[in-house]
């Protein structure tokens, strides 16, 4: 499957199947989702940031694993972003606000731990509401939610 679009329109099951079946690369996918953000990061600004080198290397590595018949599981070689609040060891996590503009944790939260263990490949981190506020106090109101 070369259509970076085919390739884009599948959920994580349908791509570990076909990453597990070897009829799909974890370097063809990463790919495909790099060049998707890299053609609309500029308009939307979904990523504050974006580990394209990192993930490129993850893939590889994934792709090697697999090849060589040690497939972890089905998120190993599937890329994904984390929201901009979930600690990553070596990689900015601002929470979306300026006060953490320069922060690079030293550990990983849980999620990504066990996401990173099971192969899973970062692409980056996902822009939010500073700190995720707006959904506690901004949304929902409307809804008599407060």
Request: contains cysteine.
């Amino acid at each position: 499957m070369s259509n970076h679009a085919q390739i884009l329109d599948l959920d994580v099951s349908s791509l570990a199947e076909k990453i597990r079946a070897k009829t799909l690369s974890p370097v063809e996918i990463t790919e495909a989702y790099l060049e998707r953000i890299d053609a609309h990061q500029e308009s939307i600004l979904a990523y504050i940031t974006v580990t394209a080198d990192d993930a490129r290397e993850a893939a590889r590595k994934a792709e090697s694993e697999i090849m060589g018949g040690n497939w972890r599981g089905p998120f190993h070689g599937v890329p994904i972003a984390l929201k901009d609040l979930c600690n990553t060891r070596s990689v900015l996590t601002t929470g979306g606000s300026k006060i953490l503009s320069d922060f690079v944790p030293n550990f990983d939260c849980t999620v990504w731990a066990r996401l990173r263990e099971a192969g899973a490949i970062l692409l980056g981190k996902l822009n939010l509401h500073e700190f995720a506020t707006e959904q506690l106090y901004g949304f929902g109101a409307e809804f008599g939610h407060r």
